[in-house]
């Protein structure tokens, strides 16, 4: 297991330095809280002024054939990136979902989760509902789908449910990480204050 996580640590590592303006690929974390969403692009191949969301663990690992890993595919990384800069530089969420139906991959846990955010954020709560169940059925560990799901929970008026949200959140990555004080500060919310998440 800790030969597996160096060699997923160094392939990552060697991904920064070879394509610094597509996601970082790190190594997906086995619930670590140190580790870090293999899909977020990070800080170092982010361009000037780019906002990213909260950070994210996961516990999400690919089972790799005797093909090439989709998430060693270059044009995987990039349209993925691309679909990512709709999401949050852009909030086009249809032409986002579109986007990510694209890459072939709505199981894997990162793209369900935010196919349920899109959808979430146009306002089909029903089907925002089933890509966050999806996403957690691909890895029942996948914190930035509990943090959206319990915001998903919480503007439904399901409060008890997001407060369970959040306690899965503490249970996976404690209570210091973004996605568990950002659920819980939205909770500290009076209920019906409109606020939108």
Known sequence: MAVKLLTLTAFGLALVATAPTLPVFAAGGGGDPGSSDQMRPGASSAPPGYRQPPAVRSSHRTKKSNKQSFLDDPGFKQGYHVAYQTIYDRHDYAAAIDQLHALGHDDYANIANL??????????????????????????????????YGLWQIEQGNRDQAEYHLSRIAAICGTDCAEYRSLAAALE???GTGLVY
């Open 115 to 148: 196919i349920g955010y899109s959808y979430r954020k146009l306002g089909d709560y029903k089907l925002s509902q089933v890509w966050y169940e999806r996403a957690l059925k691909s890895d029942p560990n996948h914190v930035l789908t509990w943090n959206y």
């Open 189 to 191: 919310q009076p209920p």
